[in-house]
C-alpha cells in the first residue's frame, strides 16, 4: 500500500481525506491553524483537523510552510502527497519531499480556471463544462504537470452547491486511479497546454449586481455562481438585498434596474441590460430568505422603483 500525507483545510477536501485513508496509509495531515470563530471569537479547528482526529491521523498546523519538513513532522518521506484547498503556498523543499511530489486535486481542467474559486467562475461566466484535474505541484500557480482529468457537463440548474457535489464526486474517482496507476509504477505527468483563464478568490463586491452592465442571463450566472458567498446582491431604497432565485426573461422596457411589472404569486421584473429578470425570492439584509410576491407585499414598493447602479 502507497505511503501518502495529505494537505488541505476547508470542508470540501474532507470527502478525499477519509478516501485517502482507506487506499493508502496516510503518514500525517497538514492544515490550517485554528482560528477565531463564533460569538466568543474561541480557536476552532479546520474541518479536515477534525476528521484527521477522528481518523486518528497525526496533523501539523504550520503558520508557514517556510522550514517545514514532511519527513520531520511524520518520521518518513511519502510515496506522495496529495492536496484538496490547503490555501497556502507550498515551496519547493516541500513539494520535491515526496517521491512523486505532491498532487493537486483541482476543481476546473487546468490550465482554465487556475486560482482559489473555479467553481464559482465557471457559473459566473455561463461556462456548459467544466472538470478536475490532478496535476504535481511546482512553483507557479496551479501550472504543473498533468496526471489525469476528468470532464463534467454543468446542468443549467447547477449552482455552486450542486456543481461542488458533482466535481468531488468526480475528483474521487480519479484520485482512486491515479494511486492504483501509481502502485504500478512511477509515471510522468504531462505539460499543460492550451488557452490559460484565471478565477481568483470571490470578493463581497464580485456579488454586486451591475444591472446597466449585465444581462438578465448573465445575473442569473451570478446568483449561481455566488449562492453560498457573497451572493449576487442589489440596493433598493437604501436596503441591501441578496437574490436567491431569479429567471431571464426576453425583452422588457425600462432603466436598468427599474422594476417594471409585477408577475402575479411569481415576483417582480427588474430590467436589466439586455432582457429582464424575474426575482423569484431574496434575502433582504438581516433577514431571511422569502418568496419575491411576499417581500413585494410587504415592502411598499411599486413598478418603477430602482435597483441602485
Known amino acids: 500500500m ?18 485517502l485513508a482507506k487506499t493508502s496509509t496516510v503518514l500525517g495531515v497538514v492544515t490550517s491553524p485554528d482560528r477565531p470563530a463564533g460569538r466568543g471569537y474561541g480557536l476552532a479547528p479546520t474541518e479536515v483537523k477534525r476528521a484527521a482526529q477522528s481518523l486518528g491521523i497525526p496533523v501539523q498546523q504550520p503558520e508557514r510552510l517556510a522550514g517545514f519538513s514532511i519527513e520531520g513532522a511524520f518520521g518518513k518521506k511519502p510515496d506522495v502527497g496529495i492536496v ?15 517521491r512523486q511530489g505532491l498532487v493537486n486535486i483541482h476543481f476546473s481542467l487546468v490550465p482554465q480556471y ?4 473555479p467553481m464559482q467562475w465557471v457559473l459566473i461566466r455561463g461556462e456548459t463544462e467544466t472538470g478536475v484535474s490532478l496535476f504535481r505541484i511546482e512553483k507557479g500557480l496551479d501550472t504543473g504537470p498533468v496526471f489525469l482529468q476528468g470532464r463534467q457537463t454543468i446542468d443549467p440548474a447547477d449552482d455552486a452547491v450542486t456543481l461542488r457535489e458533482k466535481l468531488v464526486a468526480l475528483g474521487l474517482e480519479l484520485m482512486d486511479n491515479f494511486l492504483r496507476q501509481l502502485e504500478e509504477g512511477p509515471w510522468a505527468p504531462t505539460p499543460q497546454s492550451g488557452a490559460v483563464s484565471t478565477a481568483p478568490l470571490l470578493t463581497k463586491e464580485d456579488g454586486r449586481i451591475r444591472w446597466s ?7 442569473v450566472n451570478l ?5 453560498e458567498w457573497p451572493g449576487a446582491y442589489g440596493v433598493l431604497k437604501g436596503q441591501r438585498m441578496k437574490i436567491r432565485r431569479a429567471e431571464s426573461c426576453p425583452g422588457g422596457a425600462g432603466a436598468p434596474g427599474e422594476i417594471i411589472a409585477v408577475e402575479k404569486d411569481r415576483g417582480f421584473l ?9 426575482v423569484r425570492s431574496l434575502q433582504p439584509e438581516g433577514k431571511k ?5 411576499r417581500f413585494w407585499n410587504g415592502a411598499r414598493l411599486s413598478v418603477g422603483d430602482r435597483f441602485e447602479e
Open 270 to 278: 427588474v430590467k436589466c441590460a439586455s432582457d429582464s429578470l424575474l
Open 84 to 98: 484538496v484547498a490547503y490555501g497556502h503556498l507550498i515551496p519547493p523543499s516541500v513539494f520535491n519531499e515526496p
Open 2 to 19: 502507497l505511503t501518502t500525507v495529505f494537505f488541505g483545510t476547508p470542508l470540501v477536501a474532507v470527502p478525499f481525506l477519509e478516501r
Open 114 to 117: 487556475r486560482g482559489a474559486g
Open 223 to 227: 446568483i449561481r455562481g455566488t449562492c
Open 213 to 219: 452592465l449585465r444581462s438578465a442571463g448573465e445575473i
Open 289 to 293: 430568505e422569502m418568496d419575491a410576491p
